[in-house]
């Protein structure tokens, strides 16, 4: 029998919650994976106002879901092994709690362990334009050993519609918890195509 892993997912109150949404789908077609969930009241929110998902039902992609105030719960402990966390999307405050090490609710406190504990923590950081406050939040973020990967859209792959978008960032992401999957094809170099005569031009 394959071990289970671990893994621990927060939701919190950032516009893009489909991105926390959907790696939680993605992860329940791991059959190793074990998802942790916490939900903030504000992610709470935003679940109801930008999609036609209810609570309930995204919690119940979880094998277990915790109460973002119970900072007492498992995911606060380091001597609780996970494969690592990722939050999704990640909103500045939080991104700020954890830089700074308010571990006052358990999103922030299960983060701050994870860093500690030297295990992979993603923050998809969900904020635009970024003021010197929020850029100096994130590079101590990224001094700690936090992997920043806001959901930034390609193009290279060519996507037909919103969910290629959403897939490419999370196949990233689980590529960074070391996760299997085959959402994107790997990247081979470009091929240069011939130039086309200009047909407005002269011939």
């Known amino acids: 029998m394959?071990?289970?892993?671990?893994?621990?997912?927060?939701?919190?109150?950032?516009?893009?919650?489909?991105?926390?949404?959907r790696v939680l789908e993605l992860l329940r077609g791991i059959p190793e994976v074990e998802i942790h969930l916490v939900i903030s009241a504000p992610g709470k929110r935003t679940i109801v106002e930008e999609t036609d998902y209810a609570v309930r039902d995204v919690e119940a992609l979880a094998h277990r879901v915790y109460d973002?105030?119970?900072?007492?719960?498992?995911?606060?402990s380091g001597s609780f092994r996970t494969g690592g966390m990722i939050i999704a999307p990640c909103s500045i405050k939080t991104a700020s709690a954890v830089a700074y090490c308010r571990s006052d609710t358990l999103i922030a406190r299960?983060?701050?362990v994870t860093l500690k504990e030297g295990r992979p923590l993603i923050l998809l950081v969900r904020e635009?334009?970024?003021h010197a406050g929020h850029l100096r939040c994130l590079l101590a973020l990224a001094g700690m050993g936090a992997i920043l990967l806001p959901p930034m859209?390609?193009?290279?792959?060519r996507p037909k519609q919103i969910e290629d978008l959403i897939?490419?960032?999370?196949?990233?992401?689980?590529?960074?918890?070391?996760?299997?999957?085959?959402?994107?094809?790997?990247?081979?170099?470009?091929?240069?195509?011939?130039?086309q005569p200009d047909r407005l031009g002269p011939s």
Do not use: M
């Open 2 to 21: 394959t071990p289970t892993k671990r893994i621990a997912v927060a939701i919190t109150g950032a516009t893009g919650v489909i991105y926390g949404i």
């Open 68 to 76: 973002n105030k119970d900072i007492g719960a498992s995911l606060a």
């Open 110 to 112: 299960a983060a701050d």
């Open 128 to 130: 635009t334009p970024l």
């Open 153 to 157: 859209p390609a193009f290279y792959h």
């Open 167 to 195: 897939t490419h960032t999370l196949a990233r992401a689980l590529d960074r918890l070391g996760l299997p999957h085959r959402l994107v094809e790997e990247w081979h170099g470009t091929h240069p195509r011939l130039a």
